[in-house]
């Protein structure tokens, strides 16, 4: 269980934003990481929006040997303080080594086929059922690739930006994005005729609510571009029209 304390018992050495991160996604190295900034023995203050930090957190602290002090609740942020009682070389090298886990790590999926036009996917404790690869449907019983393709890459920038906004302290009321994209040749797809079926173009309007100085949001949403793993990628391959608007 984690132990409250009083609000100004404990001096910070560092202070850290983790924004609404969870310590499956990579809050740990980010703690790491900004805990290099403490001195030995200083207290290392990170806070969050993530309520399961709280009963994640202590253990963590534990297990690599940082003593875990208590957390302060102030409105929907929780303020976590950590004494740094390992040296500095030990830091680094522990730090070293969860970068080097992190950059091995391999994200795995299966997929069988489980009827007409269907198949499922199974990713960890999800099973996702997919339609046909692509269709010109009004309505179907389940998503087409194509369109899970793009609902992955909305849902990566629209998390991604609320997140980044989070860590920055900018608040925003609502983060909403639309999404259309072209095939350079669909009847290649289909067999049809010769040609080439990947994605042509891929649009992208996002739309945030916030009083915050837009040139602050603007910068966060230029850094959810640039980190979003899907983006990196179809940027590669596929012309992408990206546009931001405050309102």
């Known amino acids: 269980m984690s132990e409250k304390i009083e609000l100004g018992s404990i001096k910070s050495d560092y202070v850290f934003d983790g924004g609404n991160l969870d310590c499956g996604s990579g809050l740990i190295l980010l703690i790491r990481e900004n805990m ?58 522990s730090l070293e080594k969860d970068k080097e886990r992190a950059k091995k790590y391999e994200w795995r999926a299966r997929a069988r086929s489980t009827g007409n036009l269907k198949s499922t996917v199974y990713s960890r404790n999800f099973s996702i059922d997919v339609g046909q690869p692509a269709s010109f449907e009004t309505s179907d019983k389940n998503p087409s690739a194509v369109e899970y393709l793009l609902a992955a890459l909305a849902g990566d920038l629209t998390t991604g930006f609320a997140t980044e906004c989070a860590k920055s302290n900018l608040k925003v009321d609502d983060v909403e994005m639309t999404i259309s994209g072209t095939l350079n040749n669909i009847l290649a797809h289909l067999g049809i005729e010769e040609g080439d079926p990947s994605f042509a173009s891929i649009e992208m309007k996002c739309f945030v609510s916030s009083f915050e100085d837009e040139t602050k949001v603007g910068e966060a949403w230029d850094r959810t571009i640039r980190r979003s793993p899907l983006a990196a990628t179809l940027r590669k391959a596929v012309e992408m029209r990206i546009k931001l608007s405050i309102v």
Do not use: H, N
């Open 36 to 93: 290099l900034q403490v001195p030995e023995q200083g207290i290392f203050e990170m806070r969050s929006r993530e309520p399961t930090v709280k009963s994640d957190l202590p253990p963590w602290c534990r297990m690599v040997g940082l003593e875990y002090l208590g957390f302060v609740e102030e409105g929907g942020v929780t303020r976590y303080f950590i004494r740094r009682t390992v040296s500095a070389d030990e830091q680094e090298k």
